[in-house]
């Protein structure tokens, strides 16, 4: 659902009659949504646990899709994304609770990894299936086809977690603590560490919320003049480089500090954001190894949320995750966006409506501020090294 919308962009520009800033502010609003419920959820999660909110989210989710597929009108479209983005909002906080509850702490690192990898995995697959549906049935059929994918996964979980027996307690988990909303709030929001790793968390997924759920696809047609196809296979690299950082990541935390971790990806990822953006590498191949690179290292974003597992008590861990995964999700909401914005300010009027709509400089410019987040990264992580009591992380 949420990077779907990379794949469609030319379709969606022609049916809706839209530009560049409007895409951008349509994929965002999956964000607004997904953003706005995420302390909500945490809340929600502490108090009532997983099995039940997770179904409801899993058939919303549906709902929306199948109102986005329905749909040739932008505001109609925009109302499906938010339906959409409200009903993605407790899945990966959902799973982060469980891995919390079930695994030791010095486990929590790799469980995390590991559920990105399996996040990323399915991006991997979907985006490159979505956009061979696309070509042979349209946008319409493609997503009612994901909301069919999006049903079979909400039957399977009805299945799945009925039959749990020896593991129903967990599911079910309803703590047997009273949790004051406003304390929780203002312990979780005093906390300084909290806020740095939230923070962390969004900075960290911001390049690759605008480049690969995004404006990556049509950056590299423009860029090196090749079908959306094989645009496609270059961004589903950065994709293929989370599925293996966040999990090769995540063991190395159990013996490596994660500030220590993150700054080092962060470090490489500025360079390699330095070359992508402003240099035409001399083949596509160096460019997806890069990408690839890219997303390795980007993998380090999944480390944000057993830092918060860390300094926080149990009763607390989902709000504060929630804010975690609010940061994250905040990302695109400010990135893609101000991409778009950025291209309409320097793109030529007569070319709104092609498939390429942006010349070279158009997209370096818009760009141009990705490499500064890292830069913001490093410093965010060792302010974390200091103000974290324990010195362990």
Known sequence: ??????????????????????????????????????????????????????????????????????????????????????????????????????????????????????????AIGGENFLVRLNEKIGYHMSFVSLAGFGFIIFLLIVITTQKIKISQNLVDFQPDFHIDIKEALKKVFQNKCVIIASLLAGLLYLPSSVIAELWGIPFIQQIYHI??????????????????GSTLLGALAMKIRMTHLIMVASFFNLGILLFVIFIRLPSVGILEGLLFLFGVFSGAQLLAYPLIARVTPMPLTSTAMGLSNMCTVLAPVI???????????????????????YSDSAYRIAFSFLPLTCLLVIVLAILFKRLDSSNTL
């Open 227 to 244: 079908p959306k196809t094989e645009a496609v296979f270059s961004v589903t690299c950065i994709f293929a480089g989370w599925v293996v």
């Open 335 to 357: 990135g893609q966006p101000l991409v778009g914005l950025i291209l309409d300010a320097y793109s030529h009027p007569k070319t709104l409506g092609a498939a390429v709509m």
């Open 1 to 122: 659902m949420r990077m779907s919308l990379g794949v469609v962009t030319a379709d969606l520009i022609r049916i809706f009659h839209i530009n560049a800033t409007q895409i951008g502010i349509l994929s965002a609003l999956f964000y607004y949504a997904y953003a706005c419920m995420q302390i909500p959820a945490g809340i929600l999660l502490d108090r009532f646990g997983v099995r039940k909110l997770i179904l409801i989210s899993c058939f919303i989710s549906v709902l929306g899709t199948l109102l986005f597929a329905s749909t040739d009108q932008y505001g109609i479209a925009a109302i499906a994304r938010l339906v959409m983005g409200f009903g993605g909002a407790f899945a990966f906080l959902g799973a982060l609770v469980v891995a919390k509850l079930w695994l030791p702490p010095e486990r929590i690192a790799l469980a995390s990894g590991l559920l990105g990898t399996l996040g990323f995995l399915g």
